[in-house]
Structures are given as C-alpha cells and as structure tokens.
C-alpha cells in the first residue's frame, strides 16, 4: 500500500508522462503529518534513490489539530467541517487563523471563541477597517485619486521601513516554513499604518488649505502600504486582497494581484499618483456573536 501510495507524489507531477512538468517541480518540499514520517524520511528516498532519482529537498512533518485538547477524530466526534467555520467567517478568515494562530510543525488548538476574537480585532478591525478608512479619504479629499506625495518627514519614512522589513522578515520566514512567523511580520505594517493614521490625523490636515501637501503626502503614504499589504497578504486572505487591489486600482499599472513577486513588494513608490481608487466594501464585515457556530 505504502509503495503505490509513495509513487502518487512523482506520479501526479509528470513522471514518466510530462517529463518538463516533473523536472520543473521535482524535487520539492513534502509536508507530511508527523506520525507517518519513517515512511516519508526513510522508505521513500530509499525507493528514490533505486530509481536514480532525487530526494526530496526537505521533509516537513506538521503537527495535529486539536480539538478540547485532543486530535481531531471522526469515531470521538471531536472533527470540524470546513464548511462550518467557512459558512460564518468565509474561506480568507479560515485560512487566515489555520495559518496564523497555529506554529507550523506544532500541534494547536481550535476553539470557536479564538476564531472569532481574531477574525473580528486582527481582520475586521485591524486590516479591513485600515483598507475602508484609507479609501475613503482618499475618495473624500482627493476625489478618489491617489495624490503625489510631497517631501517625507520622520514618521513617514519609519513606515517606509516597516514595509522594507515586512518584506524580507516575511520572506525569509516562508523560506523556514514558519507561515505564522511570516504573518506575524506582514501584520507590523497593519499596526504601524494604524497609528501612522491616528497620530497624523489625516481628517484635520484636510481642514487647513496650508497642509494640502502634507495631506497628500501622508494618504500616499497609507494607499502605498495598502498596495504592498495586498500582495505580501494575497497568498493568505486572496479574496479580500483581490478587492482590495482591484479598489486600488493598481492593476492597469502594476498588472494583476497574483503576478507580484512578494520578494519586491517592499519597494516604495510602486502605485503612481494620479491611480484612481474606487468604493471599497467592508473586507471582514462584522459577526453578530449569535450567527458565530461556536456560540450555538
């Protein structure tokens, strides 16, 4: 069983069929749960090497899933469908926490009233209430064009640098398999961009003709951090990045969403002045707690 079941991951990418398909991706990264990793760390190289092919550049072994602190189980009743945590929160927020709130390669806990505390203050609050609030400034007083931005001062600068190091910290923590990590290091620009916001008051700025230019200077800044949190999120939360992007209006001089490298999106000064933004609707609209599965 294990010999036939082993061949599938040579087999489903081309080998001895579509002989540029396999080479394009062998050998690769195998993630495996961890109680079956003798069969992935020892047999299977084995029966590659016979075959004089390579092995795997690394074997991952992840964790399991828990459940009231136990391994989810169909006999003990202890599984959850997707589709009850998707048919509430919808798929960018399953992926969102199934990523973020678990260490890769450990075991972790799922509990309905986390899921919810994260969806509503990291996604609803923290990153679609950043997304709505920059766009409708942007629409507001600058009649939905984005504007040039004027000379940078100290504050402006430090959120240039978080994009920076966002960038290649979330890189090179993809590069470990560290996918929380990577979150973790992307959401720095979530946090710094709010505050940015609240300590610039973008909305008094607005009321002196004299900070016109300053006005314009801090929404580049807020709309170009928007732009690389689009892409450095995408692989995560696609649905709510592809909106956002498509509001951003960055496709006609960027191209799409899923061609942007991560590897650059931390070069500033991407999204020209003179885009036009269009009307964003809420990204993570919000829960009443007795629509939540977990609250039943």
């Not at 800044?221 to 450095?232: I, K, M, N, S």
Request: proline share 5%; no cysteine.
């Amino acid at each position: 069983m294990w010999f036939d079941a082993l061949l599938n991951y040579i087999s489903a990418i081309g080998y001895g069929v579509d002989d540029e398909q396999f080479r394009r991706r062998w050998p690769a990264v195998q993630l495996v749960g961890k109680d079956i990793a003798r069969f992935h760390a020892v047999i299977w190289p084995a029966m590659l090497l016979a075959a004089g092919l390579p092995v795997p550049t690394r074997v991952f072994g992840h964790g399991w899933l828990l459940v009231g602190g136990e391994k989810m189980s169909k006999s003990k009743l202890t599984g959850i469908a997707p589709s009850q945590i998707t048919d509430t929160f919808g798929s960018d927020a399953f992926r969102y926490y199934f990523m973020s709130a678990i260490t890769f390669g450990q075991d972790g806990s799922f509990s309905w009233e986390d899921l919810s505390a994260r969806y509503h203050s990291e996604l609803a609050n923290g990153f679609g209430n950043l997304a709505s609030r920059v766009i409708a400034m942007l629409s507001k007083y600058f009649d939905g064009v984005v504007p040039e931005a004027g000379p940078s001062e100290e504050p402006d600068l430090a959120i240039q640098r978080t994009v920076a190091a966002a960038a290649l910290n979330a890189d090179a923590a993809i590069e470990r398999l560290a996918i929380n990590e990577a979150i973790d290091a992307i959401w720095t620009i979530v946090d710094e961009l709010n505050g940015y916001i609240t300590e610039q008051e973008p909305w008094v700025l607005a009321k002196d003709p004299a900070t016109r230019e300053r006005l314009g200077t801090v929404l580049y800044t807020a709309v170009e951090g928007l732009r690389a949190l689009a892409v450095l999120l995408h692989p995560v939360i696609p649905e709510a990045t592809a909106k956002l992007w498509a509001a951003l209006g960055a496709e006609p001089a960027l191209g799409v969403l899923q061609d942007q490298q991560i590897r650059e999106a931390g070069s500033w000064g991407q999204l020209p002045a003179g885009t036009t933004v269009s009307a964003l609707q809420a990204l993570f609209p919000r829960i009443e707690e007795t629509a939540e599965v977990g609250s039943a």
